[in-house]
């Protein structure tokens, strides 16, 4: 599935049957996906994805490109700016999501050095280290499994922010300890960016119209809800930080 996902969104004019016949077509001769090992058809749908990124790097940005909207001048918020990923799918989502959590893992990981209790249950942690390296093997091989971190994570966030009020040491460390706790959610955001589904995203909505909304914006909350958590961890940075930081990462080579 995912890398059906991956190839849809480096080729979004393909339809979900049209991209199986052409990766059924070129493993067997026969346009019939359902002939096909599942194994056999995964290494082809990855293959077609990795020829179209090669070609997308091989000619110059046309108009209608992500390179070119990530390259233009936006004068609007960063909100609707990472809404306009999402007409390129899924994976650059996860990457704008990636490009600000992973400057926060250092904030997490520094944490409140005056304050022995946070930094022994939540600073040393290694939850949210193991997390974003496996986002990052994920970013290369969609097989990588990401569930595992989501729940413990989810939880140690979530008692991170019960305690930041509750320790005391004056209004100065409250804040350090709230900086910490927007850190976390950034990261904790895009590993939910990268397991986000239609399927999931659209299970408990009644209206078709609100469910196509929905599953065509993608994981764009997580990807803002990530952004917004960096900004609230790095009080001096702008929302134009937040675009350097996913320009960097979505037009690295």
């Not at 096909?36 to 108009?63: C, G, H, I, N, Y």
């Not at 280290?129 to 413990?152: C, F, I, M, N, Y």
């Not at 997580?222 to 900004?231: D, Q």
Request: negative net charge.
């Amino acid at each position: 599935m995912q890398a059906l996902l991956d190839l849809l969104a480096e080729m979004p004019d393909y339809r979900v049957g049209q991209a199986l016949a052409i990766a059924a077509a070129r493993t067997t001769g026969y346009s019939d996906p359902f002939n096909v090992e599942d194994e056999a058809l995964f290494k082809t749908l990855q293959r077609m994805t990795t020829e179209a990124r090669d070609r997308k790097r091989a000619r110059p940005p046309s108009e209608d490109s992500l390179e070119a909207y990530l390259t233009a001048k936006h004068e609007g918020s960063v909100s609707a700016w990472l809404q306009g990923l999402s007409r390129w799918g899924h994976r650059p989502l996860v990457l704008a999501a990636f490009a600000v959590a992973e400057p926060c893992l250092g904030i997490w990981e520094h944490g409140v050095p005056e304050d022995g209790h946070w930094q022994f249950h939540f600073a040393r942690a290694s939850g949210p280290h193991a997390a974003l390296k496996a986002l990052r093997r994920w970013l290369g091989d969609s097989q990588t499994p990401l569930a595992p971190h989501v729940e413990a994570l989810r939880k140690l966030i979530q008692s991170a922010a019960l305690t930041e009020d509750e320790t005391g040491g004056g209004m100065e460390l409250i804040r350090e300890r709230q900086r910490c706790v927007a850190a976390g959610r950034a990261i904790v955001l895009a590993i939910e960016a990268a397991v986000w589904t239609p399927e999931q995203a659209t299970r408990d909505l009644p209206d078709e119209a609100e469910r196509q909304a929905v599953a065509a914006a993608g994981p764009f909350l997580e990807a803002l809800g990530a952004a917004r958590a960096f900004l609230s961890s790095v009080p001096e940075s702008t929302e134009d930080t937040v675009r350097e930081h996913v320009r960097r990462v979505l037009l690295a080579p």
